[in-house]
């Protein structure tokens, strides 16, 4: 991986095994795919030509707070934004998650505030985490 990419994220939820077959369809649109499966949840990776190009794991929740809803406005994660191919892309990534019943946020659309030609879906995960599918040229 290149100096300062992300090498893995990992994501706390409620119950990973009731958001297991979301992130199976979103990550694995984007061509992640499970490698490991464990009690409290699992990982998925991005491997492009057998190299290891991302990895997210999928994390049971703890502590006194683990039944809260995610809030993206306190401290912590706001949303994750992973890049797309292209405009048609993000637009074949939109029908997906019509199709799976995704919660959708915001549907394809330019938002030129965030730079010339950025065009983005703005869907959430089951527990309410913001996640963003982007093209920008």
Known sequence: ??????HHLDL???DPEAVK???????????YRIVDEY????????RIDGRLEGSVGVLKARGE???RAHDR???GLHHLAWNAESRADVDAMYAHLVS???????PPSDYP???NGYYAVFFADPDGLKLEYVYKP
Do not use: C, H, P, W
């Open 1 to 6: 991986m290149k100096r300062g990419a992300v």
């Open 12 to 14: 706390t939820v409620k």
């Open 21 to 31: 077959t979301f992130y199976q369809a979103v990550l694995g649109f984007m061509g």
């Open 39 to 46: 009690e409290y949840g699992f990982d998925m990776d991005l």
């Open 65 to 67: 707070n683990a039944a």
């Open 73 to 75: 406005y306190s401290a």
């Open 100 to 106: 799976i019943g995704a919660a959708i946020l915001d």
């Open 113 to 115: 505030r965030y730079g």
